[in-house]
């Protein structure tokens, strides 16, 4: 069982910076890969992008590759999101997310329902 609490949203000007973290409780925390997903207001969730159990391997949606992020801290059983040139179409809540990993497969990892243990979200506005 994997409990995990996210943090660090909040209101960001266009082109600035966020840090999102995500606190995971749960002895087996470091064996689970660890994805970040948002979600706007009338839309689906989104996948934003996911690291592997050892902080070896990470993998992000088109949309925020060379913008976003994600790292982990085992010994602090944290993840963590580091956004940067945000932009208003980036608004919406995040939401971490945890599953034993398994094989670290890109088509497995984008999908929400392969992860058994979800955050409560943390929102993330971006005003133009």
């Known amino acids: 069982q994997v409990q995990l609490v996210e943090s660090g949203g909040g209101l960001v000007q266009a082109g600035g910076s966020l840090r999102l973290s995500c606190a995971a409780s749960g002895r087996t925390y470091s064996s689970y890969a660890m994805g970040w997903f948002r979600q706007a207001p009338g839309k689906e969730r989104e996948f934003v992008g996911a690291?592997?159990?050892?902080?070896?391997?990470?993998y992000y949606a088109d949309s925020v590759k060379g913008r976003f992020a994600i790292s982990r801290d085992n010994g602090k059983n944290s993840v963590y999101l580091l956004m940067n040139s945000l932009k208003p179409e980036d608004t919406a809540v995040y939401y971490c997310?945890?599953?034993?990993?398994?094989?670290?497969?890109?088509?497995?990892?984008?999908?929400?329902?392969?992860?058994?243990?979800w955050g409560q979200g943390t929102q993330v506005t971006v005003s133009s």
């Open positions: 997310a945890a599953q034993d990993q398994g094989n670290w497969v890109v088509t497995t990892i984008k999908r929400p329902s392969w992860y058994s243990y």
């Open positions: 690291i592997n159990w050892s902080g070896g391997r990470t």
